[in-house]
């Protein structure tokens, strides 16, 4: 299980003549992050401190207070799993708070660790302050998430340039905006956490996202869980007993993705797990995933056709269909896209680096770099977004709670768009704007937005006109203005209720709070990441190689005390040497 992968070509410092800002893009991903750069005319990944493209989106602290982000905190999910979060990209937007230790994080926040470190990283590389990049969110993000990341890069002190959809970010990977022909690509992205389906069209030399849909509560993710599960049951464990175990837990979630992993390229995957003194074997092929797995495999056939229906083109028209995101690597998932398209999809791009070199890519399109092509980008709002109305249905009858669209989904943006409302009642005082986004007539069942109070002067019902114009960035930010026509008077939106829309004063206070963490030195991160893998090891294991793993962490810690750091070098050396040559599979490094 690792996660380290290389780049394409590396990263090197700029060249004096380059003058400007470094073209950052960023994937902020569920599982894992990574950052990339434009440089020499194409986007290129920049390594973190262990050398790896991608860093887990793992944050923990530890013993000392240390902020811990990447594949130190990955490795003390299982010894350390209260002190460490991941997976919070799907909170985001939330009010849901992660407990890490002594201390309270929220998602945004967790989320802006994981940005920081990126930046260090390619402060490093570039040899050069970083404070802006495109940043990627699903295309599914609604206004709340989007928030939620601009509120994290802004308290990683990195400017967002741009918030671009991932699948938008995958096309131009795949070099979209490069073609010269008129093209479309679908793009399939499932990812650890989301599932994004996007139509990307090229015309004229504008591109365009004709649709996108997806599932926000879709990914690899749910994949390893039904593993899990089916594990859990041939070993003989309960769910009561994984409750009240986090540890094993962990362990049993790491068993699975690792076989889950291996079911990519292996037709069986079998071997024995032990716990507690306990010992089972365990079994899983192919077809046996594929029986676990059919109600997952049947929920991504629906945003897909929902996007080829949206973008009113036939399947046979697309010219691509291009695959990202970790998940993507499962046959059966290649196999169900092949099988949905009647051609094989194209993964020539690593799906896990696509994403950020496509955010790379747009912020040099934003920058104009001599290098690209003028080519427009234009994007789609993925859902509507509108206000509560009351309708008249007879003399005396009205239906309350209906959803009247301002912007309709897959509208191009940025989009400014107005509608006309009247007062329902005589003498009506204040008019009550609930914004809402969703394709349901009810707004019961859309998701409630913010609200907007417009006082009105008291007239007869339907005599005041009071006129609401949606503004939907590029970034995917709302705002919205409310002018009464018969005084002239507008108001604008302020969401309530928004867990991770910060005041200005809320933002630079959380940003104090987390410059005053302490955030686990850089150069040091080998040693650590050495000192967690030997602690992991301990925590999972038992008997001699419990003992040993404990004679070669006091030793490495002995290594550490003299400060030397040639001594620590060689010692490190020696002990990563050591910890190759064991034999620890399936949870080994
Ligand atoms: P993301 O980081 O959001 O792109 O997604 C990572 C997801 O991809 C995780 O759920 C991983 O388990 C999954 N993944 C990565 N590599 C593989 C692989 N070789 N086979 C199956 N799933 C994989």
Redesign the pocket.
């Known amino acids: 299980m690792t996660s380290a992968s290389q780049g394409p070509s590396p990263v090197e410092p700029p060249s004096p003549q380059r003058a400007g800002p470094p073209l950052i893009g960023i994937d902020l ?4 992050s990574a950052i990339a750069c434009w440089q020499g005319g194409e986007p290129r990944l920049i390594p973190n401190a262990l050398g790896h493209t ?1 860093t887990p ?1 793992v944050v923990s602290v530890d013993e000392a207070g240390h902020v811990l982000v990447g594949q130190a905190a990955q490795d003390r999910r299982i010894s350390h799993p209260q002190q460490t979060a991941e997976v919070f990209k799907r909170a985001m937007g939330s009010a849901k708070r992660f407990r890490l230790g002594a201390r309270e994080f929220g998602p945004e926040e967790l989320s802006s660790l994981v940005l920081g470190s990126l930046k260090r990283d390619a402060e490093a590389a570039l040899g050069q302050a970083i404070h802006e990049a495109v940043i990627s969110v699903p295309a599914y993000f609604n206004d709340t998430q989007r928030k939620a990341t601009k509120v994290a890069a802004e308290l990683a002190g990195l400017r967002v340039l741009r918030l671009i959809n991932e699948p938008t970010a995958a096309a131009l990977a795949f070099g979209l905006h490069r073609r010269n022909d008129e093209t479309s690509f679908l793009v399939f992205d ?5 599932f994004d389906v996007s139509i990307v069209e090229l015309f004229d030399g504008v591109v365009e996202v004709k649709a996108s849909t997806g599932d926000n509560y879709l ?3 749910d ?2 869980q039904a593993v899990a599960n089916a594990l859990m049951q041939q070993l003989g464990l309960t769910p009561q007993r994984l409750e009240a175990d986090g540890q094993l837990r962990n362990r049993l979630h790491g068993l699975a ?1 690792h076989v ?2 291996a ?3 292996e037709k069986n995957v079998r071997g024995r797990f032990a716990w507690d003194g306990q010992e089972r074997d365990y079994a899983l092929d192919e077809a046996t995933l594929e029986t676990l797995c059919a109600d997952l495999i049947a929920r991504l056939r629906s945003p897909v056709e929902r996007a080829v229906r949206d973008s009113r083109l036939r399947p046979d028209a697309l010219s691509h269909v291009v695959m ?7 046959p059966l998932v290649r196999k169900i896209v092949t099988r949905m398209f009647g051609r094989f999809p194209d993964v020539s791009i690593d ?2 680096h696509a ?1 950020a070199l496509g955010a790379a890519t747009q912020a040099a399109l934003i920058a104009q770099d001599e290098a690209l092509s003028e080519v427009l980008m234009t994007d789609v709002c993925p859902y509507s977004l509108g206000v509560e109305v009351s309708e008249q249905i007879s003399a005396t009858q009205s239906v309350h709670g209906l959803f009247s669209p301002v912007i309709e989904r897959n509208t191009v943006v940025p989009a400014s768009r107005t509608g006309t409302y009247h007062t329902v009642a005589d003498g009506q005082r204040v008019l009550a704007l609930n914004v809402y986004q969703g394709e349901h007539r009810f707004v019961r069942d859309n998701v409630h937005l913010g609200s907007l109070t417009v006082p009105v002067p008291p007239l007869k019902r339907g005599e005041v006109t009071v006129e609401v114009r949606f503004t939907y960035d590029v970034s995917g930010l709302l705002e919205i203005d409310a002018t009464v026509v018969n005084t002239g008077e507008t108001h604008s939106l302020a969401l309530l209720g928004n867990a991770s829309s910060l005041s200005e004063e809320e933002v630079a206070q959380r940003k104090d709070n987390l410059a005053r963490l302490k955030i686990h030195p850089r150069d040091d991160m080998p040693n650590k990441v050495v000192v967690t893998r030997l602690e992991r090891l301990y925590a999972e294991h038992s008997g001699p190689l419990r003992e040993a793993v404990g004679r070669v962490l006091t030793e490495f810690m002995a290594a550490l005390a003299t400060q030397d750091p040639e001594h620590i070098a060689r010692d490190r050396k020696r002990v990563s040497q050591w910890l190759e040559q064991l034999d620890v599979s399936p949870l080994g490094p």
């Not at 499932?190 to 989301?194: R, S």
């Not at 990202?324 to 499962?330: I, P």
């Open positions: 991903g569920t599982t894992h991608l989106s499932l990812g650890g956490g989301t990914g690899g993710e994949f390893t993705e889950k992993r079911l990519s390229t990202v995101g970790g998940a993507s690597r499962m799906p896990d994403i």
